[in-house]
C-alpha cells in the first residue's frame, strides 16, 4: 500500500501475516529490506510507481540453507532526503516513510536543551525529605556544565525554581525547546509510585510512532538518543534496568527534534530517595546524561 505525505514524501505500507524481523541498508538509490523466515506470498514482483520518490518496488524470495528470506528492493529519486522504517503496534505493518531534501529541517546540531522537570508550584513526586523539581534541576544543571566543557551549547527550559506550564492548553517546554531549534532535546526526571516503595531503578522514553510522520521520521534518533542515556545511566548509576520505552508524555509528543526523557531513580522508593539526596550520586547522573548524549552525538 502507498500513500502521499505531504507535498513530496511517500510512505509504503507492507502488511505481513505475522509480526517479522527485518533488516534494511541502502546503497546508491536502492533502498533493500530483508525479511527473513518470511515468504513473498501474494506480493507481485514488481510495482512501478511514478512517485516524487518512488519509482518502482521489487519482491524477490531467497534460499539460502533451507532458510527463506524475502528482499524488498525500493528505487528511489536522487532527491531523496531521508526514510526511516519501522512496524506498527502489532508487528504486522511495516513502514517505510520517504521525505524529499526539502522537508529536513535545519536544527542548531551543537546545542541540547535540558529540561529539568516541573518546577516552581509543579513539585513533581513528592519524597519523604525532598521533591523531585529540586534534585531534577541540580542534575541537569550539572550535567549542562559537563556538556559545555564537551564543546556542546546548552540551554535549560528552566534554571531556577519557576514553574512552566504543561497541560493539555499548553506544552510551555515545548514550546521553548522548538523555539530554540537544537539538535536534541531531554527532559530530566525523578520517578515515583504512589504507595508502592518497592519499585526501583532507572528508565527511559522516547515517543516516535509510526501514525505520526514528523516523529516517525526521527525513529531512529529517538530511539538512539534513549538507548544512549539509559546505557550511560545504568553503567554509572548501578540500579536495576528498567528498560527503553515509547510512552507519549507531552514533551516528547510536542518536541520536533530527538528527544527522550530520563527517569533517573525512584523517590517513592527509600533507598533511592536517599542516593537522590546524595551529591555523588547526583554528580553520577549528571556524568551519564551527558555522556549519553556526547555518544549520541559522537562527540
Do not use: C
Not at 546508491?28 to 523466515?37: H, K, M, Q, T
Not at 510507481?49 to 540453507?65: A, D, H, Q, S, W
Amino acid at each position: 500500500q502507498r500513500k502521499s505525505v505531504g507535498s513530496s514524501g511517500e510512505r509504503l505500507v507492507i502488511k505481513t501475516l505475522t509480526p517479522v524481523q527485518y533488516s534494511r541498508s541502502k546503497s546508491g538509490d536502492v533502498i533493500e529490506i530483508r525479511l527473513p523466515g518470511v515468504l513473498q506470498g501474494r506480493a507481485q514482483d514488481d510495482y512501478r510507481y511514478n512517485g516524487p520518490l518512488i519509482k518502482n518496488v521489487t519482491f524477490e524470495e531467497e534460499m539460502r540453507g533451507g532458510d527463506r528470506t524475502t528482499i524488498i528492493r525500493i528505487t528511489t529519486d536522487s532527491d531523496l532526503g531521508k526514510y526511516t522504517v519501522g512496524q506498527s503496534t502489532d508487528g504486522r505493518d511495516l513502514n517505510i516513510l520517504l521525505v524529499d531534501q526539502g522537508q529536513i529541517k535545519a536544527r542548531r546540531d551543537n546545542l541540547v536543551v535540558l529540561d529539568p522537570g516541573h518546577g516552581g508550584k509543579d513539585t513533581g513526586t513528592r519524597g519523604a525529605h525532598i521533591n523531585e523539581k529540586d534534585v531534577n534541576l541540580k542534575i541537569a544543571l550539572k550535567a549542562g556544565e559537563l556538556l559545555r566543557q564537551k564543546g556542546i551549547e546548552v540551554e535549560y527550559t528552566r534554571a531556577t525554581d519557576i514553574y512552566l506550564e504543561l497541560t493539555k492548553d499548553r506544552d510551555e517546554i515545548s514550546e521553548i525547546a522548538n523555539r530554540l531549534n537544537p539538535g536534541l532535546f531531554v527532559s530530566i526526571h525523578a520517578n515515583g509510585v504512589p504507595g508502592n516503595s518497592a519499585a526501583q531503578g532507572t528508565e527511559t522514553y522516547y515517543y516516535a510512532p509510526v501514525d505520526n510522520d514528523l516523529l516517525f521520521l526521527q525513529y531512529e534518533e529517538r530511539k538512539s538518543l534513549a538507548e544512549n542515556l539509559q546505557r550511560q545511566l545504568v553503567a554509572k548509576l548501578k540500579r536495576p534496568n528498567r528498560g527503553v520505552k515509547q510512552n507519549s508524555y507531552w514533551v516528547l509528543k510536542n518536541t520536533t527534534m530527538p528527544s527522550a526523557l530520563v527517569e533517573v531513580a525512584f523517590l517513592s522508593n527509600p533507598e533511592e530517595e536517599s542516593l537522590l539526596q546524595q551529591e555523588y550520586f547526583l554528580d553520577l547522573a549528571a556524568q551519564a546524561i551527558a555522556e549519553g548524549i556526547a555518544a549520541y552525538m559522537g562527540k
